[in-house]
């Protein structure tokens, strides 16, 4: 005869989880080097308090395509997200979500400088 037990886990656990700032950091770095489409090396990350809320601060340059690829292919623009500002503004919302869904924490916004754009010759977004 077999006997069988049914043990459930209980839906809370005691503790804490802690993230460390380092961790947040690298997780925001890959986030918003893949929303500009550059490497996350080239993203610098501050975390900054927000009225007791977690806001995140992002300098990083923006990948695009070549002005000559544009003219060679006007519609280009389009299949990159659009202007740079359009961009850049899709990319806050696109960013805090991916933060927010990886990490777990809750941010209050997501401010964006784009230091500079980053091209490449042969018009492919980096």
Do not use: Y
Request: aromatic share 2%.
């Amino acid at each position: 005869m077999v006997v069988s037990e049914h043990l459930t886990a209980p839906t809370e656990f005691a503790g804490h989880n802690r993230i460390s700032t380092q961790a947040l950091t690298s997780v925001a770095k890959v986030a918003a080097a893949e929303v500009l489409a550059v490497t996350p090396s080239q993203v610098r990350v501050v975390w900054n308090d927000d009225a007791g809320s977690l806001a995140l601060s992002i300098s990083a340059p923006m990948g695009a395509p070549s002005l000559s690829e544009i003219r060679r292919s006007p519609g280009r623009i389009a299949q990159s997200g659009g202007s740079i500002l359009a961009r850049a503004t899709a990319a806050k919302a696109q960013i805090l979500e991916q933060v927010e869904h990886l990490s777990g924490s809750a941010l209050s916004r997501v401010d964006i400088r784009i230091s500079h754009l980053s091209v490449r010759a042969d018009g492919r977004v980096l």
